[in-house]
C-alpha cells in the first residue's frame, strides 16, 4: 500500500469515530425508514436502503410527483441491472421494498424518517412539526438538507434529541459519502445509529457539527467564488476546468455549475447581483438542461467551449485590465489555497473533528484526487506558508477569506495538520 493509501484508510477508520459518543452507545433498531419527497434526492436515497431489505415508504404532496420518482428508481434500477450489477429479477424485488402515498401519516411507525423536500427552512420546519406529531417515540428524525440551520430544523420538533442531519451526495445511490449532521441536542443514540445505519447502506460516514454548508459545501463556496473571480481577470471557464481536471477532478468548477443548473435563485428579468449569470440565464444558457451554460452542449452532451460565452464574459468583466492572464499554478492556487483556509476554520470552530475527516468528505463526496490523500493532507505538501499567503492577499480584499487563526498558529509552529 502506497502511504497516501494508507493514510487513507486510516482516515476512514478515524471518520467511524466520534470521540464524545462512547462505543457502547445502544443503537435504535432501523426495520422501516420513511422518505418525505420522492425527488432527484429522495429517491436516490430510498434505494439504499432497498438495496439492503429495508422497507421504504415514499410520501409526496401529489401523485405526479410519487409516480415520477418511482418511475426514476425503477429506470435506475434497470439500468444498473442490464449493466450486469445484479440479476433481472432483482429490479421487481427492490422495487416491492418501496411504497408510496400522499399521507404523513403513513410514516408513523418508521424507526428513521428522511426528508428530502425542497431547500427551503420555513418549509422543511413545517415537515417536522408534523411529523413530531405523528411519529412513533424513539423514531430518528433526519434531514438532507444541503446546509440549513439543523439546530432550527429541530427547534420545530418537542424532540430535538431525535433530530439530525443525513447529508447525501448526489446522485444519492451512487455517491459514497454522508454527512451526518450532529444538532445540539442530537442524542448519543441518534448520532451512533445514524452512522451505524449509515455504513450498513455501504456509506462513507463523516460526523459533522452544523454551520452554514457543514463540511463540503461550505469548502466548495471559495473554490466556486474564486473561480469565477478568475474569469474577471482573463482566464476563460474551460482554462479553470482544465486545470482542475489535471489536477485530478472529473469535472471543473464550470462544468459542475452547468449540471447542478445556473438558474438555481435566479428569476428573469430580475437581477440577482451577479452580472455575469444573469446574462448568462437571460440568453437560456441555464447549464446542461437548457443544452448551454457556461460551456455548448454537442449532441453527446459533451462540453465545448463557447464563443459567446467568452464575448459575454468580455462584455460583463471589460476584458483583463493589462494585468497577465492567470497561468495554470494560479488558477489551482486561487481555487484550492482558499479552500483549505476555510477547512482550517472549519477545525477551529469544532464543526469538524480532525483534518482527516475533512478529508474523507472531500475523497468521497467531491471526488477530490485520491493520490493527494484529500484537502488538508495535500496541504501539509504544499507547505502552509504558501495557502497562508494566498489568504493574506485575499484578505485585504475580503475580510472573508483571512488567514484562519489555527493556520497562522500551525505555520509558527511549524506545525502542518498532520501534526494535529
Ligand atoms: P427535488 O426538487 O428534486 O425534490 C424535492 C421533492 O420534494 C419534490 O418531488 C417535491 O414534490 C417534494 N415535496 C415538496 N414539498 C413536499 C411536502 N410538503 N411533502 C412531501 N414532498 C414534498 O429536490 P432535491 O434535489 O431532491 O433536493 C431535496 C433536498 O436535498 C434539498 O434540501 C436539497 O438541498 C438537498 N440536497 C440536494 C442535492 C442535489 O444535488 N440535488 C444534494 C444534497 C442535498
Redesign the pocket.
Given at each position: 500500500m502506497t502511504e497516501t493509501a494508507d493514510y487513507v484508510s486510516r482516515a476512514l477508520e478515524r471518520a467511524a469515530t466520534v470521540d464524545d459518543v462512547p462505543q457502547d452507545t445502544p443503537l435504535i433498531a432501523i426495520e422501516k425508514v420513511g422518505i418525505?419527497?420522492?425527488?432527484?434526492?429522495?429517491g436516490g436515497i430510498a434505494m439504499n436502503f432497498a438495496n439492503i431489505g429495508i422497507p421504504v415508504h415514499i410520501?409526496?404532496?401529489?401523485q405526479e410527483?410519487l409516480d415520477r420518482?418511482f418511475a426514476t428508481i425503477r429506470r435506475n434500477y434497470e439500468r444498473s441491472a442490464s449493466r450486469g450489477r445484479f440479476p433481472a429479477e432483482e429490479v421487481d424485488v427492490r422495487m416491492a421494498r418501496l411504497t408510496g402515498s400522499l399521507e404523513?401519516n403513513d410514516l408513523a411507525q418508521c424507526d428513521l424518517i428522511i426528508e428530502?423536500?425542497?431547500?427551503n427552512l420555513d418549509?422543511k420546519k413545517d415537515?417536522f412539526t408534523r411529523l413530531d406529531a405523528i411519529v412513533k417515540p424513539g423514531a430518528i428524525l433526519a434531514t438532507?438538507?444541503?446546509g440549513l440551520d439543523v439546530n432550527a430544523i429541530a427547534a420545530a420538533t418537542g424532540r430535538p434529541e431525535a433530530v439530525i442531519g443525513l447529508?447525501?451526495?448526489?446522485p444519492a445511490n451512487v455517491m459514497k459519502l454522508v454527512e451526518i449532521v450532529r444538532g445540539r441536542a442530537s442524542s448519543n443514540s441518534v448520532i451512533a445509529t445514524s452512522v451505524d445505519i449509515a455504513n450498513r447502506i455501504g456509506k462513507v460516514a463523516v460526523v459533522v457539527g452544523v454551520c452554514p454548508g457543514f463540511v463540503g459545501n461550505r469548502m466548495l463556496y471559495p473554490r466556486q467564488v474564486q473561480a469565477r473571480e478568475l474569469l474577471r481577470q482573463g482566464a476563460m471557464p474551460w482554462d479553470v476546468d482544465r486545470v482542475l481536471k489535471e489536477f485530478g477532478f472529473k469535472m471543473g468548477p464550470f462544468e459542475m455549475s452547468d449540471l447542478?443548473g445556473l438558474d438555481i435563485g435566479w428569476t428573469k428579468g430580475v437581477k440577482s447581483g451577479d452580472d455575469l449569470r444573469d446574462a448568462l440565464c437571460e440568453a437560456d444558457r441555464r447549464g446542461q438542461k437548457t443544452g448551454a451554460g457556461f460551456y455548448d452542449y454537442d449532441e453527446n452532451r459533451a462540453a465545448v467551449p463557447s464563443p459567446v460565452v467568452e464575448r459575454l464574459i468580455q462584455e460583463v468583466y471589460g476584458g483583463p485590465e493589462n494585468a497577465p492572464i492567470p497561468s495554470d499554478a494560479d488558477i489551482l492556487a486561487t481555487c484550492l489555497y482558499p479552500l483549505v483556509n476555510e477547512g482550517a476554520k472549519i477545525l477551529e470552530e469544532g464543526i469538524a473533528q480532525r483534518p482527516s475527516d475533512i478529508d474523507v468528505v472531500w475523497l468521497y463526496g467531491y471526488n477530490w484526487p485520491h493520490h493527494t490523500g484529500g484537502p488538508m493532507r495535500w496541504a501539509d505538501s504544499q507547505g502552509l506558508p504558501v495557502i497562508i499567503r494566498r489568504a493574506r492577499e485575499l484578505g485585504q480584499a475580503n475580510e472573508w477569506y483571512k488567514p484562519a487563526a489555527l493556520l497562522e498558529r500551525m505555520v509558527d509552529e511549524g506545525r502542518g495538520f498532520g501534526d494535529l
Open positions: 418525505v419527497g420522492a425527488g432527484t434526492m429522495g410520501v409526496e404532496t401529489g410527483a420518482g404523513m428530502a423536500v425542497y431547500e418549509l415537515i438532507n438538507t444541503s447529508h447525501f451526495f448526489s447542478a
